[in-house]
């Protein structure tokens, strides 16, 4: 077995840095109307994580949440990217 190593990331310029401290859950690709048109792609993408296992490390105050029905999506209000 492998052991799980953090991820570190954070948005194009820099503004929000965060950490994942455990694996994701689930991964899938989602090929709605909705996520095709925000990725400008055929689909999307997605880990699925429980909440406790993500850190804002820098940011916070740069995010905001968009939910629907299914899931909670933070993005970044000042690019008003996901």
């Known amino acids: 077995m492998t ?3 953090p ?3 954070r948005c194009e310029c820099g503004s929000v840095r965060f950490k994942v ?3 994701a859950l689930e991964m899938y690709h989602c090929h709605c109307a909705r996520c ?3 990725h400008g792609t055929l ?7 429980r909440t406790d ?5 820098h940011g916070a105050e740069n995010l905001a949440t ?3 029905p299914r899931a909670h999506w933070l993005f970044f209000v ?3 990217v996901t």
Do not use: H, M, Q, W
């Open 3 to 5: 052991v799980f190593e």
């Open 7 to 9: 991820i570190f990331g």
């Open 21 to 23: 401290d455990a694996p």
């Open 36 to 38: 095709r048109r925000l």
């Open 43 to 49: 689909f999307a993408t997605y880990a699925c994580i």
């Open 53 to 57: 296992n993500l850190v804002i490390d």
């Open 66 to 68: 968009y939910s629907s």
């Open 78 to 80: 000042t690019a008003g």
